[in-house]
């Protein structure tokens, strides 16, 4: 069980996360942090889905550049603590391997930032924030971003292929980073 599980709440946990799939490992790290939330800090509620009374506004992030033979970055962002067989995939995006930073709301469907490529989630595409159902407790949000050495292809168009596929076609992984928030529902 996690941290937050009991025995009443059944979560996917962070065995499922792609952080720990075995072709999304890398032996470099890459520096990821926010200047919104700290690491294990609490995700702001301007962060979260409009459902729950945030604005969907995905974070700022920002990385240490990503080794020279990177093509491409994968940002994914999950949620291990929800009542899901796998974690929940709130964003799926490529971005050019140049950048070492996002802006809030970057990762908008109507309005990507230049050299992201919005790819489908969970419940669409672009970032959708944190929703946990009601008295579930806090959740985790996983942000990970990783440095592919050669360009994601599937055998489905990359908009429209399932969040799973995608990630299992990734790879080979030369750097990785990783930044945890926390969002609780309050109402």
């Known amino acids: 069980m996690t941290t937050h599980q009991s025995a009443k709440r059944r979560v996917s946990g962070q065995a499922g996360l792609a952080w720990n799939s075995a072709n999304l490992a890398g032996e470099q790290t890459l520096n990821l942090t926010s200047p919104d939330f700290d690491h294990e800090g609490t995700i702001p509620a301007v962060h979260a889905s409009v459902r729950v009374g945030g604005n969907d506004l995905s974070p700022a992030l920002s990385w240490s550049p990503a080794p020279e033979a990177a093509v491409q970055l994968l940002l994914v962002v999950e949620d291990p603590d929800a009542p899901t067989p796998l974690p929940f995939v ?29 790819l489908r989630s969970g419940i669409g595409s672009g970032y959708f924030g944190p929703a946990p159902p009601k008295s579930h407790g806090p959740h985790r ?29 990734a790879g080979p992984v030369l750097a990785r980073g990783r930044l945890d928030g926390y969002y609780q529902r309050t109402s």
Do not use: I, W
Not at 97 to 117: H, K
Not at 158 to 165: G, H, I, N, V, Y
């Open 90 to 118: 709130h964003c799926l995006a490529l971005l050019d391997v140049q950048l070492t930073a996002l802006a809030q709301g970057a990762l908008d469907a109507g309005r990507p930032a230049d050299g992201v490529r919005l």
């Open 141 to 169: 949000y996983v942000f990970e971003l990783f440095a592919l050495a050669s360009t994601l292809t599937t055998r489905s168009a990359l908009e429209s292929a399932k969040p799973r596929d995608v990630l299992a076609a």
